[in-house]
């Protein structure tokens, strides 16, 4: 285990980079994994973080050597407790840290359910709308370049290891991704004449959400199938995007689990 004391270190300023910059991250192709939890979840899907990085405080906690004893490939670096709460959410009593490759993917639509989300810049909302994608056995998802980098810090802790269980697509085109899937492209729109629980679709089913303020783009729109709403009898006139990409994939999940038990 090597030990890191000063700001000025190159690694140590990577690592301030990689936690700070979405571009730092997409240059470089990495991201950092903050806590025991995405650590472990990333080694249970079968990744080997490149580096791992503790805090001087959580080396002296048996679960993160533990933990870190399980990576013997990985470089390991220690890190003072004011060093590491410069580059972590975590509190240093609890601090591991996995730099890992941002996976990469090949692109183009594949059967299955998707979603496609345009210009969502709030990272607990993305996160909270991965972790429910995962949870209900969504096969890809595509941001568009407006959103919150999927592969930052906040957006992985508020996935809490959801990325392992998807594709993810970022920065994509989603008038492209939209025209090219191989099934039923469905948008939400507030005033669109059916709901999401009346709408026809296929098997092959992508859910468009847009950004909560300025709604979906046009030309999105525009290659949509079909727009839905959520019905809304309490009288609100919205919901958060986290809230209603749970609705419809939910409702795919029933749709689904329908045709099994009479199919």
């Known amino acids: 285990?090597?030990?890191?004391?000063?700001?000025?270190?190159?690694?140590?300023?990577?690592?301030?980079?990689?936690?700070?910059?979405?571009?730092?991250?997409?240059?470089?192709?990495?991201?950092?994994?903050?806590?025991?939890?995405?650590?472990?979840?990333?080694?249970?899907?079968?990744?080997?973080?490149?580096?791992?990085?503790?805090?001087?405080?959580?080396?002296?906690?048996?679960?993160?050597?533990?933990?870190?004893?399980?990576?013997?490939?990985?470089?390991?670096?220690?890190?003072?407790?004011?060093?590491?709460?410069?580059?972590?959410?975590?509190?240093?009593?609890?601090?591991?840290?996995?730099?890992?490759?941002?996976?990469?993917?090949?692109?183009?639509?594949?059967?299955?359910v998707g979603v496609l989300l345009e210009d969502l810049q709030d990272p607990g909302n993305v996160g909270s709308i991965l972790r429910t994608a995962a949870a209900a056995g969504v096969s890809q998802v595509y941001l568009s370049a407006q959103c919150a980098d999927p592969w930052s810090p906040k957006v992985l802790r508020a996935g809490v290891g959801a990325h392992f269980f998807l594709t993810l697509h970022g920065q994509a085109d989603l008038v492209a991704v939209a025209k090219a899937w191989p099934g039923t492209v469905i948008a939400m729109a507030a005033h669109a004449p059916r709901s999401v629980f009346e709408a026809p679709w296929e098997n092959s089913v992508a859910f468009v959400i847009g950004n909560e303020g300025a709604g979906i783009s046009a030309p999105l729109l525009a290659a949509a199938d079909q727009t839905v709403r959520i019905p809304m009898p309490g009288g609100t006139e919205s919901l958060n995007a986290a809230a209603a990409a749970a609705v419809c994939l939910y409702e795919a999940v029933r749709r689904r689990q329908g045709r099994a038990e009479t199919g």
């Not at 990689?18 to 990333?42: F, I, K, M, N, P």
């Not at 050597?65 to 470089?75: E, W």
């Not at 590491?84 to 059967?111: D, H, N």
């Open 1 to 112: 285990m090597r030990r890191i004391a000063s700001r000025a270190n190159p690694f140590f300023r990577t690592l301030q980079e990689l936690a700070e910059s979405s571009r730092a991250r997409r240059e470089q192709g990495l991201t950092l994994l903050d806590g025991l939890h995405l650590v472990e979840t990333y080694a249970a899907r079968g990744g080997q973080p490149r580096h791992l990085v503790l805090s001087a405080s959580g080396a002296a906690r048996p679960d993160i050597l533990a933990a870190s004893a399980r990576f013997g490939g990985a470089d390991t670096v220690l890190l003072p407790d004011a060093l590491f709460g410069r580059i972590s959410q975590v509190t240093p009593e609890v601090g591991i840290l996995g730099v890992i490759p941002i996976p990469q993917y090949a692109p183009g639509p594949a059967p299955g």
